[in-house]
């Protein structure tokens, strides 16, 4: 299987058709379950893949459609030889976290980390997709301490997974604090690492929380995260 890591926080769990704390269950056919794309359950199980991928992930909120399943989607007819290579996803996202709480020795890092060598038995981890940073607009000194964590996190689960130059297909932010989503945006456009890859999310469709992405445009998200993939990754690995 071709692995990937599904991190971050709400926007990458998915609160795509979730109004007053529930979710519509509208699957979008972008969406829909496929035998060739498997999730890793928190029990650690791969089993087939359905929306809402965060829901047994993300336990204390509403779960409903993310980027996830559009992307594997719109991956699955380029992998060579066709037919014979699978997708499987490894949903890690947890909504309302900072960045301090993915740093190494914190239990959300850790449970990534863990979660990411229990799928390698299974296949190769291709890439990480990291959609973050909505909390760390809430706060001025996290604001600017975000370029430098957000660069220690892909160096550290480079090393700890023994991948040096693993994909890390980040997300710009759509939404957050008016005061400082610019300057977060701006940290994370000013990343400039190897094999590093900035998707930008800005005027996509929001919830009316404000907030929160439209199942629309995690189907959007998702399409244009998975063609950052082919376009950059993709090639140099068939």
Sequence with gaps: MRIFLLSGQSNMAGRGGVHHRRWDGVVPPECAPDPSILRLSAALAWEEAREPLHADIDTTKTCG???????ARAILPRLEPPGTAGVGLVPCAVGGTAIREWARGEHLYEQMVRRARAATECGEIEAVLWYQGESDAESDAETAAYQGNVERLIANIRADLGMPHLPFIQVALASGNKRNIEKVREAQLSINLLNVVTVDAIGLPLNEDNLHLTTEAQVKLGESLAQAY?????QATC
């Design 65 to 71: 459609v993310g980027p996830g399943m559009a992307f």
């Design 230 to 234: 082919i376009s950059n990754f993709l």
